[in-house]
């Protein structure tokens, strides 16, 4: 709970043998890959899902639980996996315990978390001359006729005319340096010796390094990942020999996608702007209209 992830799944990244952490990409609400040794082989090199048994109900992932709600995580691999579930644990298995409630008087605790995201690594990509320069030396060398004239090249190098000749960083007009997250939990804890009650009320705002243009209003193009958790969970003892145990939890959860263009995520916007020469069109025209698509 001390490391300020957006997701408790990534908190596991260097904290356990055995067990990598894949982050597919940086969108907002994106679930990480975890891959527990044992999980991978020839067919299948990226891995396969671990089993997720959570306070012994087995779940699709651990997307839906805040870091705070977490009393303890065992991890079982290998054969020790296998001779518990058989082949649904195959892949490994995560087990996760959320926090319960105690014999004591009522107790809240409230906690703001503020995280910032960085790039962590940042493309270089070649600006207008050279990409024009290197395309000629390209065409000459196939005894082909050069693109571009040496005037040309010069309104390239000394940005003479943009909006003809332009040069532009497809990579910084998209990403911003920085994003950043914000969590605020509440915790209630507390009871009797027959009836113990823990609540959380668990709250997330984390939103992505592109940057929002708002050229419409109506739309927002930066992703973000807005949840709001709340999980009670409640034990009763009935008589000396009877126990009761219930477990409640309600997720609502708003993601914005930016990350892709057309369907079926096929285009990712990374992939379009890496194809996509900083000489070929300028943002905008002069008149305000857009420079190409």
């Known amino acids: 709970k001390n490391v300020p992830y957006a997701n408790a799944a990534s908190a596991l990244q260097g904290t356990v043998s055995g067990v990598r952490v894949q982050s597919i990409s940086g969108q907002p609400g994106a679930e990480p890959r975890i891959i527990v040794r044992g999980g991978t082989s020839i067919n299948n090199p990226n891995g396969a899902t671990p089993l997720y048994i959570i306070d012994g109900v087995m779940r699709a992932n651990m997307v839906h639980i805040a870091s705070e709600d977490i009393e303890s995580i065992q991890i079982l691999k290998d054969a020790v996996a296998s001779a518990l579930y058989g082949v649904r644990g195959g892949n490994g298995v995560i087990l996760v315990t959320t926090k319960r409630g105690h014999n004591d008087k009522l107790k809240v605790t409230a906690k703001y978390q503020y995280g910032i995201s960085s790039q962590f690594r940042k493309p270089e990509f070649a600006d207008a001359y050279t990409y024009a320069n290197s395309l000629n030396t390209a065409l000459a060398l196939d005894g082909l006729n050069t693109r571009y004239q040496p005037n040309e090249l010069d309104a390239f190098k000394n940005n003479t005319y943009p909006y003809e000749y332009p040069n532009v960083n497809w990579w910084d007009e998209v990403y911003n340096k920085i994003s950043d997250n914000h969590r605020l939990n509440l915790t209630f804890d507390g009871g009797s010796n027959r009836f113990r009650y823990y609540s959380i009320i668990d709250y997330m705002h984390d939103t992505a390094l592109f940057k929002d243009k708002k050229a419409d209003g109506r739309y927002s193009t930066k992703p973000s990942d807005v949840r709001l958790n709340i999980r009670t969970n409640i034990d009763v003892d009935l008589t000396s020999s009877t126990f009761f145990k219930v477990g409640i939890l309600g997720k609502l959860q708003e993601t914005n996608n930016a990350y892709s263009i057309g369907t079926n995520n096929t285009n990712l916007l990374a992939g379009i702007i890496y194809n996509t ?16 698509n």
């Open 277 to 292: 020469p900083s000489a070929v069109f300028p943002v905008r025209h002069a008149d305000g209209t857009y420079g190409g």
